[in-house]
């Protein structure tokens, strides 16, 4: 326990508000949550690893993102060069913000989808130019794709910046950005040089160069895992990042706790977990009519390897052999539930950062022999737009 803790006066303190001064504890170091869990019925913990187990610097990370996404506009897309010497300010956007691509606003919304503030690139609108764009309380968009974009990622946060800077720059030089250009169309370039960023290694090369330049160090990870295996949980790591990057970024994080760091063949840090799934797809890794075929990955030299032979359905745990390896690329819940030798998904537990791939999707599945959920928790919710006060 944190040492600066202080005990609650009786059992009976926790059902309430403390009424006195809240405990020393850092803000960064206290749990909220929305629903009780038993931890009790909890017999695996899984993470996500990127914005979750790895937290990402977004003044490195995210301006890596945001530069490389300009480099590309300009390079490919007929941007102009003057793009290049644009300025990123990290700490402006936030999750929950919705962007409307067709008429370059961004907006907050309460959680009743009425739109509380909307800005038009960096301009906020007036209440009249709100209500003529987005009706009164009785009338309201779905908000949706394909017309809006939720930031609903922190990896969003600097195409987010970069599409109203893009707004404000075309309304001030139509002539500058590529004919035919409207901001749905701009939107839309962004979107596609951010993915390609993600894909093509510009991101992931800088990362695993000097990964503690955009990764916080965290000691206490390997702290908790040990935790939880020593209770008798087991621990699994589920990722859309692929296998040489998720070894690169977990080796980081691991890395102060094993001996022989150097070596990029120690994938020491794969004590820690039972099973590793990696390029996993999410968030439909977790339908139930997701078929994706699942592989084992061989550390060393990365090769894939048909899984689906070692654990097809059905599997008797006791009666299988146990798979030589314990990192995989694809498949979906029901080979996490084989995997982890888990009769029902209301046993695991899920952290994620992201709020659709890692949370509100895994809650939906249900498991077909007990109608339970997968107990999915967020973590990092505190940079989320809070819902407006309903007043
Ligand atoms: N192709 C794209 N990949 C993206 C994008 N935004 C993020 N990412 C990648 O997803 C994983 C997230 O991993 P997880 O551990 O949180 O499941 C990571 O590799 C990111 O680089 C995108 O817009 N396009
Ligand atoms: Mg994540």
Partial sequence: MDSGAVEPASTGAIWSTPSVEPRSISIGKQIFCNRSLNMRNITAVGFDMDYTLAQYKPETFEALAYHGTIEKLVKDLNYPE??????????????????????????????????????????EMSKEEKVAAYGSTLIRDSFDEPDYALIDTLFSLGEAYLFAQLVDFMDSNPAKVPSGTDYAHMYRDVRSAVDLCHRDGTLKRMVAKEPSRYINEDLAIVPMLQMLRKSGRSTFLVTNSLWDYTDVVMNYLCGPYMSDVSSSHNHKWLEY????????????FFHDDNRTGLFEVEPDSGKLLNADLQIGSPRSSQHQPKPIHKVYQGGNVGHLHRLLSVASSSQILYVGDHIYGDILRSKKVLDKNTHANLRACLINSSNYTAPSNES
Avoid: C
């Fill in 273 to 284: 977990f039972d099973v590793v799934i990696t390029g996993s797809s999410k968030p439909s």
């Fill in 82 to 123: 003057e793009l290049l010497t644009w300025q990123f300010d990290w700490k402006y956007m936030v999750r929950g913000l919705v962007l409307d691509k067709k008429r370059g606003n961004i907006l907050k919304m309460d959680r009743h989808k009425y739109v509380k503030v909307a800005y038009h690139g960096f301009r």
